[in-house]
Nanobody, 120 residues
Framework: QVQLVESGGGLVQPGGSLRLSCAAS????????MGWYRQAPGKERELVAT???????NYAGSVEGRFTISRDNAKNTIYLQMNSLKPEDTAVYYC??????????????WGQGTQVTVSS
């Protein structure tokens, strides 16, 4: 019912930049929050940044000031601009959409993930 497709990952040197994209399709709803999460090998998935349908943003402390989340509502797409990348940013980055069902419950959807590797 909801499909999320990420793109933009790759290999970059420390200090470099990448821009991730996530295109949503299907019954994405009106009341929703989208965001980026990441998971490094052997670690739990963690929040990177979120953006609500109203434009409110939230960032993890480790990325604030370096990463910027944005949206294009006309294209149902969110972006993650990543600057000053560090090796510790290496992870699989997942796009998330949380949709208010209208029945007083949230439905969560996940993309397949895109690999970001920061290495010299």
């Amino acid at each position: 019912q909801v499909q999320l497709v990420e793109s933009g990952g790759g290999l970059v040197q420390p200090g470099g930049s990448l821009r991730l994209s996530c295109a949503a399709s299907g019954s994405i709803g009106v009341i929703r929050t989208m965001g980026w999460y990441r998971q490094a090998p052997g670690k739990e998935r963690e929040l990177v940044a979120t953006i609500s349908n109203g434009g409110n943003t939230n960032y993890a402390g480790s990325v604030e000031g370096r990463f910027t989340i944005s949206r294009d509502n006309a294209k149902n797409t969110i972006y993650l601009q990543m600057n000053s990348l560090k090796p510790e940013d290496t992870a699989v980055y997942y796009c998330n959409l949380a949709r208010w069902s209208g029945s007083y419950t949230w439905n969560n959807y996940w993309g397949q993930g895109t690999q970001v590797t920061v290495s010299s």
